[in-house]
């Protein structure tokens, strides 16, 4: 319940399209979207930008989990993405990304030197069959909050 809060009050649009974090761990974290009428495209299947956000949350949500009650305080940024689409993602589309272990050492490695760290991870996206739909790339940016302690 408390997850729905949030995703109403902080992501309403993954809210509306449905997108569920179905789990976390240190290095895991995996996400959901539904194919339902307000995520379709015109094709019948699930809208790309739809698809982006589950996939980002499968990320961000490790990056969070990472950056959570540090000290001092680490910033956490978005600043690139590639995607690549090899089936029409129909269903519930579940994305993965197994990468945690390197966000936490790009969020140490900015807390240790005060410099601002990027890291690109890896979301991929599976249907029900567990066939591959989507991959996504995103590059997370790490910057320690300067006068947040």
């Known amino acids: 319940m408390k997850m729905r809060l949030f995703m109403l009050t902080k992501l309403p649009m993954a809210y509306l399209a449905d997108v569920r974090v179905a789990a976390v761990t240190a290095e895991r974290a995996a ?5 339902k009428y307000l995520n379709k495209n015109p094709f019948r299947s699930i809208y790309f930008a739809c698809l982006s956000m589950a996939a980002e949350l499968s990320t961000g949500v490790l990056c969070l989990l990472h950056i959570h009650q540090a000290q001092p305080a680490v910033s956490m940024l978005l600043v690139h993405m590639e995607a690549s689409f090899t089936k029409k993602a129909v269903g519930k589309i579940t994305f993965v990304c197994n990468e945690g272990e390197q966000i936490r050492q790009a969020v140490a ?14 979301a991929l996206g599976t249907d029900e069959a567990g066939e591959q ?4 790339r995103f590059t997370w940016s790490f910057k320690v909050r300067r006068g947040k302690q």
């Open 31 to 35: 996400a959901t979207i539904p194919f």
């Open 133 to 136: 739909v989507a991959s996504f």
């Open 109 to 122: 490695s900015a807390k240790a030197t005060g410099e601002g760290r990027a890291v690109t991870v890896t």
